[in-house]
């Protein structure tokens, strides 16, 4: 069993932080808000996921190549600086500008983390536990946005509207890029104390990811991963105008405003989402154990996924938002399983000396399927309907299944 030392502790607080993203559960609420169409809030978050697709393979690079904590600084300064934008935006193009500034974070940041969590149980000898460890880990960033949830419900509360809660998410990123700071040395990856020009390293690095691609199994796995991924990241914010519908149904705090009302249930749905994914990562290891394997569970989890998204767009056109936000319970749910498995896939796959470039080319491909399933749920659902738009979306993705099975 893995010993819970300081460096745990400093992994779990990382997610924590990173996770208390208050403005999260309000984002297309904001632009709702702000006078925008479906859309143009697809466009947003394919714009935000093309950023990161271009961005994931030379920040990759330069995690391996350069070092890793330079990387993740520059990561949460990105953030923090597209938090800054958020708050003074008042226009498409604006937020388009804010959304690049968090796909350049997004990008600096994703596949260099886990690469060091995995560096770290390589040199403790507990690579056998990766999906026992990253599981725990995750669980506080579950915990984090469980909390964030009723955090930023409160700062709405308070503030009367949307765009503080961009704001006040500058605080836990500072304090993550300080956490960053702080990391060993050594896990900023063995190439870096190469003392080859950066040309020569960088080559270096694209031989090697060459060499581990050629295996077809990678492919499938990156595949299986993305797409389930990309359909998460595209739809889960939907979440919020149905809860927003749901609530409508019901007559409660006869008091207080609508705005109020909706960050009222909001950060509670929210908070109940992510206590309970905080609990299915924690205990990813064990589900996994139970299910079989790594690909059984991967499978599994991607058809249960595509069948809640067709039945999430059916109780949409029926009019029926309680039962959709409950089946959108299970897309998290089965989300935080998926990760801590897919990413331990991945890391048993893929050569060691380059964990963080394939990683961040398997988020690369994650951002590819968000932003085409992004830009597709908005225009459909502004020309025929969101439910039919995830109905849409989930079919399509049924009928991948046979091609990404990972064997």
């Known amino acids: 069993m893995f010993r819970k030392d300081i460096q745990y502790y400093k992994f779990c607080l990382y997610g924590f932080f990173k996770n208390l993203k208050f ?15 479906y859309t143009q809030i697809g466009s947003l978050y394919a714009i935000r996921e093309i950023g990161i697709n271009l961005l994931e393979t030379p920040t990759g690079f330069m995690a391996d190549a350069l070092g890793r904590k330079r990387t993740m600084i520059s990561s ?47 040199r403790n000898q507990w690579e056998d536990q990766k999906v026992a460890y990253y599981g725990h880990t995750r669980s506080w960033s579950q915990m984090g946005s469980a909390l964030s949830s009723l955090l930023a419900a409160l700062i709405v509360l308070i503030s009367g509207n949307y765009q503080m809660v961009f704001l006040i998410s500058t605080v836990p990123y500072l ?14 990856g063995d190439i870096k104390n190469n003392s080859k020009p ?30 389930y991924e990309g359909l998460f990241k595209a739809s889960k914010d ?22 109020q009302k909706t960050a009222i249930a909001i950060g509670l749905i929210y908070f109940a989402i992510y206590s309970l994914t905080a609990i299915t990562t924690r205990n990813s290891g064990r589900i996994v154990k ?25 109780m949409v056109n ?18 935080n399983l998926r990760k801590p498995a897919g990413i331990s896939a991945v890391a048993d796959t893929i050569n060691p000396q380059i964990l963080a470039t ?28 969101l439910g039919t738009a995830f109905i849409t979306a989930g079919g399509l993705v049924l009928v991948l299944f046979p091609i990404l099975r990972v064997k």
């Not at 304090?175 to 900023?188: H, M, Q």
């Not at 270096?204 to 077809?216: A, C, D, N």
């Not at 961040?360 to 994650?366: E, H």
């Open 290 to 314: 139970k299910i079989g394997t790594l690909g059984r569970t991967i499978n599994i989890s991607l058809a249960i996924g595509a069948i809640s998204t067709i039945a999430i767009g059916f």
């Open 198 to 227: 950066v040309k020569e390293k960088l080559t270096e690095v694209w031989q090697m990811i060459r060499l581990s691609f050629k295996q077809t199994r990678l492919f499938r796995l990156f595949g299986n991963l993305a797409v």
């Open 76 to 122: 949460f300064t990105s953030y923090i600086l597209s938090f800054i934008v958020f708050y003074l935006a008042d226009g498409f193009w604006l937020l388009a500008f804010a959304m690049i500034c968090f796909s350049f974070g997004e990008a600096f940041r994703t596949g260099t983390h886990k690469a060091m969590i995995f560096d770290y149980l390589k």
């Open 175 to 188: 304090a993550d890029l300080v956490l960053v700071s702080t990391y060993p040395s050594y896990l900023d």
């Open 318 to 335: 029926h009019q029926i938002p309680v039962l959709a936000v409950s089946i959108f319970l299970l897309l998290f749910i089965i989300e």
């Open 23 to 37: 403005f999260e559960p309000f984002l297309i609420l904001f632009f709702l808000e702000k006078g925008l169409t």
């Open 238 to 259: 939907y979440l919020q105008p149905m809860a927003v519908l749901a609530l409508l149904s019901y007559s409660f705090f006869p008091q207080v405003s609508e705005e």
């Open 358 to 385: 394939g990683l961040s080319a398997q988020s690369q491909f994650d951002s590819l399927f968000a932003a085409v399933f992004a830009f597709t749920i908005g225009v459909i659902a502004d020309h025929i309907g």
